[in-house]
């Protein structure tokens, strides 16, 4: 898969929306801690930086969960000043795979509330 390339050393580079795969995307949403992120991006509806989940995994491995994720194409990942912020591609997700993210975040809100009756 090529990615844009970014034009600065500060710009991270995604897939165009050509470029996303449904693959990636699954495997990307496949992951707990990756979801978690996917479902509070959809929730809140903008971008949010990565200081804002505390995932509890270590610094390295948040790191790479947000890499899956923007190298599938479910997030985009753009620098404002100093921090990094992420955005739900829920445009370029839904033309491409029409109502896949909106089932996969209601099966995973099921799936939590099953969880905290059990």
Do not use: W
């Not at 050393?9 to 693959?23: A, C, D, N, V």
């Not at 995994?57 to 194409?73: A, D, N």
């Not at 985009?76 to 955005?87: C, E």
């Amino acid at each position: 898969m090529t990615t844009a390339a970014p034009t600065s050393s500060r710009e991270l580079p995604h897939p165009t929306r050509e470029e996303i795969r449904l693959e990636a995307v699954l495997h990307a949403l496949s992951d707990p801690m990756r979801l978690l992120v996917v479902r509070e991006l959809a929730a809140d509806g903008e971008e949010l930086s990565c200081s804002h989940f505390d995932l509890p995994v270590t610094k390295s491995t948040t790191t790479h969960h947000f890499r899956v994720l923007r190298e599938s194409g479910v997030i985009r990942q753009v620098y404002r000043g100093t921090a990094k912020m992420n955005g739900l591609r829920r445009d370029d997700l839904d033309d491409l795979f029409p109502g896949l993210l909106d089932s996969v975040l209601a099966a995973a809100a099921g799936q939590a509330a099953r969880l905290e009756d059990s």
